[in-house]
Nanobody, 120 residues
Framework: QVQLVESGGGLVQPGGSLRLSCAAS????????MNWYRQAPGKQRELVAA???????KYADSVKGRFTISRDNAKNTVYLQMNSLKSEDTAVYYC??????????????WGQGTQVTVSS
């Protein structure tokens, strides 16, 4: 089981960049698939980027080519590099740890979220 804390959010102008970090504590971090979700005011939470323990990635169409998810298992940290930011990227971003295949689902966890605001 892991506990997650996001950081790196803030205010950025359109076209700018931010790098979000998600620090994990607990055991077996490298075995978890890691995801970034976001939720804008009045909207459903959506999956932005996913990274499996094997290194495979996937992205929402809206961020593909602009966002990059990565992890540093030695630091127990997952990142979301966000470039060419748009106003529609404004949301609270959440880190999520997905329980490894075959493990109880309640081994997964969520961070508390970090606000990203893209505005001029």
């Amino acid at each position: 089981q892991v506990q997650l804390v996001e950081s790196g959010g803030g205010l950025v102008q359109p076209g700018g960049s931010l790098r979000l970090s998600c620090a994990a504590s607990g055991s077996d971090f490298s075995m978890y698939g890691m995801n970034w979700y976001r939720q804008a005011p009045g909207k459903q939470r959506e999956l932005v980027a996913a990274l499996t323990s094997g290194g495979s990635t996937k992205y929402a169409d809206s961020v593909k080519g602009r966002f990059t998810i990565s992890r540093d298992n030695a630091k127990n940290t997952v990142y979301l590099q966000m470039n060419s930011l748009k106003s529609e990227d404004t949301a609270v971003y959440y880190c999520n740890a997905e329980a490894p295949t075959g493990w109880p689902a309640d081994f997964g966890s969520w961070g508390q979220g970090t606000q990203v605001t893209v505005s001029s």
